[in-house]
């Protein structure tokens, strides 16, 4: 008897998780309540109301944090943005980074084995076919670094490249690799501004340094990763 292969696994794990998911939101009223209030809260980019969500779980406030940004993941196309600053202020800037770190990780993941496991016509349905054909001519224009690029750059939608990079070769710890070192500056940033939020004058300083350190960082890394990717470099 032939063994299950990797992508009937990957069917089964999107199907238990989808299905847990629609399980509890269906039977369960609390879950259902609470997944439509984040999702309002999100929408609207509510950040002190997201913040005493998250406080209202008392010592469970960690494990939700990382639970809402695993729904933002794969929820196209609540901004994760709104987690992150949320998080830094309710855990400071190092125990909020860690939390929303870990939880796009385990969201990307997620976006990936669903995106692999279904194929492309779940994930134009996931994301919208324009969003997807926009991701696919950065993937084109960007190659293998194309991921790292994104993660960097805060103008791709976090989960259209974790679905759309499930669409192409490149194997899960690959791109989980290059999530993982991507996302992280923009993170602590983000994050540092998080912890801020309450000191309007220092929040904005450090929006605005943070978000123009991230794009020359961006800008840099992706020059230089241009240049190492260019024909006349390869031979040497």
Partial sequence: MKAPSGRFWLIAVSIAII?????LYLLYPPFSEAINQVTQILATADIAGLRLFILDFGMWAPIVSIGIMIFQSLASPLPSFVVTLANAWVFGWKAGAFYSWTGGMLGAALCWIIAKAFGRPVVEKMIGRAVLEKTDGFFREHGVHAILIARLLPVMPFDAVSYAAGLTPLSFWSFLFATGVGQMPGTILYSIWG????RSGK????????F???LVFAWVVRNRLKKKDHPANRSL
Avoid: R
Wanted: avoid cysteine; glycine fraction near 20%; hydrophobic fraction near 55%.
């Fill in 212 to 214: 123009a350190i991230l």
């Fill in 19 to 23: 299905a847990g998911g629609a399980f």
């Fill in 195 to 198: 912890q801020n939020l309450t």
């Fill in 203 to 210: 929040a904005l300083y450090w929006g605005i340094s943070g």
